[in-house]
C-alpha cells in the first residue's frame, strides 16, 4: 500500500514558475512509476508526465515539453514536477499516482495509487 500526497500548488503568473512535490510512504516506493495527471473542469483526466522506478526514463506529454521536468528522490520517498514558463492552459487539479512496473505509462486506468491533488492556477 502507497499513500501520496501533493504539495506545492498555487496560483501564479504567466511564465511563473511552481515545484510540485509527490511524498510517499511505504517501504518500496522506489520500485514504482509515478506520473503527474492533471484535470481542468470539464476535460479528462491527462498525463502531464511519468518517470520510472530509477529516474531512468521519463514520459512528457506534448504540451509540456521544454517546459516541465519530472524527478525523483528514491532516499526521500518524493518525486518533483519543475514546472517553468506556466500559461493559463496549464490551470487544473494535479493529481500524483503510482503504479508498479517499469514503464512510464500515461494511461490513468494503469495506476493503483494516487493522491488528492494539489490546485494549479495560472493567471493571464
Known amino acids: 500500500q502507497v499513500q501520496l500526497t501533493e504539495s506545492g500548488g498555487g496560483l501564479v503568473q504567466t511564465g511563473d514558475s511552481l515545484r510540485l512535490s509527490c511524498a510517499a510512504n511505504?517501504?518500496?516506493?522506489?520500485?514504482?512509476?509515478v506520473a503527474w495527471f492533471r484535470q481542468a473542469p470539464g476535460k479528462e483526466r491527462e498525463c502531464v508526465s511519468a518517470?520510472?522506478?530509477?529516474?531512468?526514463?521519463?514520459y512528457y506529454v506534448d504540451s509540456v515539453k521544454g517546459r516541465f521536468t519530472i524527478s525523483r528522490d528514491n532516499a526521500k520517498n518524493t518525486v518533483y514536477l519543475q514546472m517553468n514558463s506556466l500559461r493559463p492552459e496549464d490551470t487544473a487539479i494535479y493529481y500524483c499516482?503510482?503504479?508498479?512496473?517499469?514503464?512510464?505509462?500515461?494511461?490513468?486506468?494503469?495506476?493503483?495509487?494516487w493522491g488528492q491533488g494539489t490546485q494549479v492556477t495560472v493567471s493571464s
Open positions: 499516482a503510482a503504479t508498479i512496473g517499469g514503464g512510464t505509462y500515461s494511461t490513468p486506468s494503469l495506476y493503483h495509487y
Open positions: 511505504g517501504r518500496t516506493f522506489s520500485s514504482y512509476t
Open positions: 518517470i520510472s522506478w530509477n529516474g531512468g526514463r521519463a
